[in-house]
């Protein structure tokens, strides 16, 4: 059981930014929310992780709602090496990661 | 650094044979898992350590053996394959805690026939 619900697929246009939403609605305090992406015939790759603070690094940024209860992934400037599945995951155990079926992001030039 | 390794990359297998799927880490991670990931599907996770001789089931633990003699090593023992075990397999490590995102490795496909 995932625990989270996303779109199953979202297109964006090159340069432009991109916002991927995730519900997670049962959400418990001590959840963190984890966002992996996975390139075609590739392993799945870190993108951003966060709790309560929206956070930033040199991928993406994690925008979380104030209720935790849904969180957004921000890609400033979308590129065709973006296109990938996004799966957004939550655990409070960093041990068992669920992966739902992701969002499949298509980046048109 | 090489991160996480698995071997072999691809292999085939007649049904009721078994084999060892091998992952190891370089990072000196204290947890590692490993999923299956079946055609347009996420990851299932199957197994999962959180330290040397610790180890625990996932999702989809069945026909599956997993061990944890050290830290870097972390192989799957598919006992008596069949074909519903055809997938892609990954393994991966990521230090202690939630705070600490996983590193994959780039995967085993594994056909059963």
């Known amino acids: 059981d995932a625990k989270t619900t996303q779109p199953n697929s979202m297109e964006s246009n090159e340069e432009e930014p991109v916002h991927l939403p995730c519900n997670h609605s049962t959400i418990s305090g001590t959840d963190y929310i984890h966002w992996y992406r996975q390139l075609p015939s590739q392993g799945p790759e870190y993108v951003i992780h966060?709790?309560?603070s929206n956070v930033n690094n040199r991928m993406a940024s994690l925008a979380i709602a104030e209720d935790r209860k849904s969180s957004t992934l921000i890609l400033h400037r979308a590129t065709l090496r973006d296109a990938a599945v996004y799966y957004c995951i939550r655990t409070n155990t960093g041990n068992q990661f669920y992966f739902g079926t992701g969002t499949s992001l298509t980046v048109i030039p | 650094n090489a991160g996480v390794t698995q071997t072999p990359k691809f292999q085939v297998l007649k049904t009721g044979q078994s084999m060892t799927l091998q992952c190891a880490q370089d990072m000196n991670h204290e947890y590692m898992s490993w999923y299956r990931q079946d055609p347009g599907m996420g990851l299932r996770l199957i197994h999962y350590s959180v330290g040397a001789g610790i180890t625990d089931q996932g999702e989809v633990p069945n026909g599956y053996n997993v061990s944890r003699s050290t830290t870097e090593d972390f192989p799957l023992r598919l006992l008596s394959a069949a074909p519903s075990q055809t997938s892609v397999y990954f393994c991966?490590?990521?230090?202690?805690?939630?705070?600490?995102?996983?590193?994959f490795g780039s995967g085993t496909r594994l056909t059963v026939v």
């Open positions: 966060g709790l309560t």
């Open positions: 991966a490590s990521s230090d202690r805690g939630t705070n600490y995102g996983y590193t």
